[in-house]
């Protein structure tokens, strides 16, 4: 069992819906992360929360809108995507975003999207 | 500028013998690396990591992996592989001495275990 927690596990859509994926973590992590993740590929970064405020956004486009609204959860809210928008989004949590941490980060299973 | 290079899409070993999966880095500072696995339909799971101290550093599932400075390199080995073994292997780096906070990812690494 992973201590990430993301819901959904599947989610398929249209491009004209909106949608939110959720990740909850109860470690006390102070860091928050959201991948995307293509088949076989390493996970890349799109947005990283420090303490509840963004910290890093990776030029992701604006139909993606994360959110942090405490220290235990992280939303990714999604409108009007595209067909190249499906992958694995996987959050993850660390214990801190400071030079002195080389902690591990952990992840969640993720969320399979797909986008009709 | 970090980065970290995995040379190889797939390994494939027999059940029993001994595994190792390639990885190279690169930093301006001090390296603090990491080894995660992925299997099919889940998330990275974190196996181990090397910060400072032995270069022989153990971790989950009965992997380990040294850190050689001069060949920067952290190969991930285990004595008898597993079928259960196989799955996707991330090696993942970060610059300890300043730079980015965020660890830069391998290509990742197909570990195929034969029967």
């Known amino acids: 069992d992973t201590e990430v927690t993301q819901t959904p596990k599947h989610l398929v859509m249209g491009m004209t819906n909106k949608k939110s994926l959720k990740c909850e973590q109860h470690m006390g992590h102070r860091a928050m992360y959201w991948y995307k993740q293509k088949a076989k590929k390493p996970p890349e970064l799109m947005f990283v929360?420090?303490?509840?405020?963004?910290?890093i956004n990776e030029s992701v486009p604006s139909r993606f809108s994360p959110e942090c609204p405490n220290s235990s959860l992280l939303n990714l809210h999604l409108h009007a995507l595209q067909p190249e928008d499906s992958a694995l989004y996987l959050c993850a949590s660390s214990q801190g975003f400071d030079r002195s941490f080389n902690q591990p980060q952990h992840f969640g299973d993720g969320t399979r999207l797909s986008i009709l | 500028a970090q980065s970290v290079a995995q040379p190889e899409d797939q390994v494939n070993v027999a059940e029993g013998n001994p595994l190792t999966v390639k990885c190279t880095y690169s930093v301006s500072g001090n390296p603090y690396l990491f080894w995660y696995v992925q299997y099919p339909n889940r998330g990275l799971q974190f196996l181990l990591k090397?910060?400072?101290?032995?270069?022989l550093v153990k971790g989950s599932y009965g992997f380990e992996a040294e850190f050689n400075k001069s060949q920067t390199s952290f190969h991930l080995k285990k004595p008898s592989a597993l079928v259960s073994d196989s799955a996707l292997y991330f090696c993942a780096v970060r610059d300890g001495s300043g730079g980015s906070y965020i660890p830069t990812f391998g290509r990742g690494t197909s570990l195929i275990v034969h029967p």
């Open positions: 090397y910060i400072t101290g032995d270069n």
């Open positions: 929360y420090s303490y509840e405020k963004l910290s």
